[in-house]
Antibody, heavy 122, light 108 residues
Framework: QVQLQESGPGLLKPSQTLSLTCTVSGVSISSGGYYWSWIRKHPGKGLEWIGNILHSGSTNYNPSLKSRVTISVDTSENHFSLNLTSVTAADTAVYYC??????????????WGQGTLVTVSS | SSELTQDPAMSVALGQTVRITCQGDSLSSFYASWYQQKPGQAPILVIY???YRPSGIPDRFSGSTSGYSASLTITGAQAEDEADYYCNSRDSSGDHLVFGGGTKLTVL
């Protein structure tokens, strides 16, 4: 059974760097075939895709966040991570990690973590 | 602003049918996937591709696509279907992913 679990600080001050880790169980990231993703949901608003990473380390980021985002993968630990620099209150959100599958019948996020709330406040 | 457009809110009477739509230029080239999200919970996948349901999703959920629009239909809505629904696909460049703004569905 595939499971994803986010971890990291829940409270940051403006200008700090947000760092979250998503630990994957039930499947090996290094087996390939999937994109590993970060998505966030601002309070009272919709979902926002942050970016993806492949097991190889190849990344793809939301253009609106690209200058501040780094996603990395550690296949030996079977986890991937999100770094978001220079945070402001506008980065307050629930952050989700998810697995993204691209198949010949369609693309989709099939497994999600439970989400972790990150609050940016002075 | 999102490149995928959804109606912010819809309502449906218990047992009736509702169609939630998602519009965007990229939908003429790429399929949408649909997610249900209830308060305090992670989204769950309900429809992907042409019209595929993951295991465990009731068959009252179905999907369709036409031109620049994708639709999620709930036939015989139940009280437990009250939730936010999001479409997802690629942006107009095809290089990045984007979510629709979401539709809050109320079951009356």
């Amino acid at each position: 059974q595939v499971q994803l679990q986010e971890s990291g600080p829940g409270l940051l001050k403006p200008s700090q760097t947000l760092s979250l880790t998503c630990t994957v169980s039930g499947v090996s990231i290094s087996s390939g075939g999937y994109y590993w993703s970060w998505i966030r949901k601002h309070p009272g608003k919709g979902l926002e895709w942050i970016g993806n990473i492949l097991h190889s380390g190849s990344t793809n980021y939301n253009p609106s966040l690209k200058s501040r985002v780094t996603i990395s993968v550690d296949t030996s630990e079977n986890h991937f991570s999100l770094n978001l620099t220079s945070v402001t209150a506008a980065d307050t959100a629930v952050y989700y990690c998810a697995r993204y599958s691209g198949t010949y019948v369609g693309d989709y996020f099939d497994y999600w973590g439970q989400g972790t709330l990150v609050t940016v406040s002075s | 602003s999102s490149e995928l457009t959804q109606d912010p809110a819809m309502s449906v009477a218990l047992g009736q049918t509702v169609r939630i739509t998602c519009q965007g230029d990229s939908l003429s080239s790429f399929y949408a996937s649909w997610y249900q999200q209830k308060p305090g919970q992670a989204p769950i996948l309900v429809i992907y591709g042409k019209n595929y349901r993951p295991s465990g999703i009731p068959d009252r959920f179905s999907g369709s696509t036409s031109g620049y629009s994708a639709s999620l239909t709930i036939t015989g809505a139940q009280a437990e279907d009250e939730a936010d629904y999001y479409c997802n696909s690629r942006d107009s460049s095809g290089d990045h992913l984007v979510f629709g703004g979401g539709t809050k569905l109320t079951v009356l």
